[in-house]
């Protein structure tokens, strides 16, 4: 049997399977596509390693290429220790789509498989922003490379579509247009900052803008604009605020099953939020607080009251004992007038309360006394 582990990029947690079958399907494989056998190769090793993002990768690959696909030519093997097939097996470490594909290709293989799995379209935008770093003939590698393979986009450059242009240097009208807007709203700003300046604040150890344009008068903005000074529009990013987040929607809050001790408390974010709090602290057990009804006058010579009809909110079990005073006597919760005239103080006692049955009372006994 063949021990597994599956790393979960997604929750950053690994899994456990300890006894697979060789014939069994990899955990997270599309029915029996992928056997335990098969994934193995020509390794002996007990120990086998992977992922659950190569997994998902290995069923769009199937659905692309059929069954035929030989499993070599979805996963690489490496093997660690130099001591060949015995030494440890890690499998799908470096997942490719076709080992020659570069990242590019294999990214635009995954969006189009999740658009067409999902009855979506396929769109094909070329992002040529950065005149920098611009190659020439990058975009006629990027057509070539769809075509090789087998990428067909419902819309692009070459193919038109509704949501056009699809060169981004070409949308730039339609993004100055919503930038004004964002200065206007007072939620971005004009900086004027040259490129020598950011390096200087880069070499100097500054990890992000320090906003030196972000208080310049209105006037001296227009002025260097209307000069020809090159600028940039930063959004205004608010240091001071509060943002409120929505339980089960942004994070969701767990806490460890005890009653009474150490216990951890767990907020986990999702969502658009990444990332994991937890709280240590000790829960003690509660006192208890019951509340007394004054019981009426007792006539004198054998009137009698049952004091569990004036002790209510107890957690545990209660008994009454007489504390001073001889006008009455008492037999279990029965109170019962004698002939003589006068007060009788009654006390009280709660036990504790053991609600899970754990031996650790989660409510603390009680005494007090009544008159």
């Known amino acids: 049997m063949a021990r597994l582990l599956v790393y979960d990029a997604y929750e950053n947690k690994v899994y456990t399977y300890s006894s697979l079958n060789e014939n069994d399907p990899m955990p997270y494989s599309t029915g029996t596509t992928l056997t335990v056998r098969e994934f193995r190769g020509r390794s002996n090793s007990p120990v086998l390693w992977t992922t659950i993002a190569a997994m998902e990768a290995w ?24 001591h060949g097939t015995r030494s440890q097996h890690y499998a799908g470490v470096s997942f490719d ?26 769109l ?19 057509y070539r490379t769809l075509r090789d393979c087998g990428l067909d986009y419902d819309e692009g450059p070459d193919v ?11 949308r730039k ?14 939620d971005a700003y004009y900086c004027f900052c040259t490129k020598e300046r950011l390096e200087e604040m880069h070499d100097k150890g500054a990890t992000k803008y320090d906003k030196h344009c972000l208080h310049l008068p209105k006037e001296e903005v227009e002025r260097r604009i209307a000069a ?15 943002t409120t987040l929505v339980k089960d929607t942004d994070y969701t809050v767990s806490c460890t099953d005890t009653y009474v001790g150490p216990a951890t408390l767990t907020i986990t974010g999702k969502g658009n939020y990444t990332g994991t709090n937890t709280a240590n602290f ?6 208890q607080t019951p509340t007394f009804t004054t019981p009426v006058d007792l006539a004198k010579g054998g009137h009698m009251l049952d004091l569990r009809d004036f002790v209510s909110g107890a ?11 001889t006008a009455a006597t008492l037999s279990g919760h029965t109170l019962t007038s004698t002939g003589i005239t006068g007060a009788v103080t009654i006390k009280v006692s709660i036990t504790a309360n053991d609600v899970n049955g754990d031996s650790t009372p989660e409510y603390n006994a009680y005494t007090g006394r009544k008159s």
């Open 59 to 82: 069923n769009l690959t199937r659905r692309k290429y059929g069954r035929g696909i030989p499993v070599g030519y979805a996963f690489r093997r490496i093997w660690e220790g130099g």
């Open 97 to 122: 789509v076709g080992q020659s594909l570069t990242r590019t290709a294999r990214t635009a293989i995954y969006c189009w498989a999740v658009a067409r799995h999902f009855g979506g379209k396929f």
């Open 124 to 142: 094909l935008r070329i992002e040529d922003t950065d005149m920098g770093r611009y190659v020439d003939g990058a975009v006629e590698i990027i």
């Open 160 to 170: 038109g579509g509704d949501y056009g242009p699809y060169v981004q240097s070409e």
């Open 173 to 186: 009208d339609i993004y100055l247009k919503y930038a004004r807007r964002l200065v206007e709203q007072g």
């Open 228 to 242: 020809g000074e090159p600028y940039v529009i930063r959004q205004r990013i608010p240091k001071d605020g509060t």
């Open 282 to 287: 000790n829960i003690v057990a509660a006192e």
């Open 315 to 325: 957690k545990g079990n209660v008994t009454f004992t007489i504390a001073s005073g």
